[in-house]
């Protein structure tokens, strides 16, 4: 079988890192953890991963059928994905890199609640479906595999690291949370990740080959 574990492990440090950078769904996470607890928090990672293969799908499906009618068309894509990861680095460039914390607001949800606002944030969030469009194509691994099982592999690596990263933060609520608060200078080592880990990933889809 032909696959390049490059590409699938440097999809699984990208993935990891753009993860662990500050977004709203971790600092969600992290909330909801501090204010009702682990179990709560690993709910709503429950159904911020579960949203996104209602994305993959969308993408696999989209995305294959381009890929079969042109080349051209696909270096558009490419292209288009670079440069939305670099409008994304500007941003976090533009933000002040503070991290909000604050939980006073949060409202108390049950497991159930928590599953279903998670997946519906997930799945009505157009930038999602978007992001995935800029990140998936560049790391299609496999000459011989259908491009649509490619992107699916794709989408249940994210999902996996994504359950990782952010059960870990669920578990870890607290600690992380004190630790924050504590070094003002994590906020702004953290937003300078996100935007190193943005430009990278849009250099690797750019010169990425089909």
Known sequence: MDINYEILYTFI??????????????????T?????????GLAT??????????????????????IKQSDTLFFIIKLFGALYLIFLAYKV???????????????KKSLGQLFRQGFIMNVL???VSIFFLAFFPGFLFSKTLSNIL???ALGVLFV????????????????????????????IFLKWLQ?????????FILFSEK
């Open 160 to 187: 996996i690291t994504g359950v990782v990263v952010f059960g870990s933060i669920a578990i870890l609520a607290g600690t992380i949370s004190s630790y924050l608060k504590k070094n003002s200078k994590a906020g």
């Open 195 to 203: 935007i190193i880990v943005f430009i990278g990933i849009a250099i």
């Open 45 to 66: 990672v429950a159904g911020l991963m579960t949203g996104c293969f209602v994305h993959t799908t969308l993408v696999a499906f989209g995305v294959s059928a381009i």
């Open 150 to 152: 490619q992107f699916y």
């Open 32 to 40: 909801q953890s501090i204010v009702n607890g682990k179990k709560y």
């Open 13 to 30: 440090i990208a993935s990891t890192a753009l993860a662990i950078s500050p977004g709203p769904d971790n600092i969600y996470v992290l």
């Open 125 to 127: 969030n157009p930038k």
């Open 93 to 107: 460039f533009r933000s002040d890199g503070a991290l909000q914390l604050e939980s006073r607001t949060i409202e």
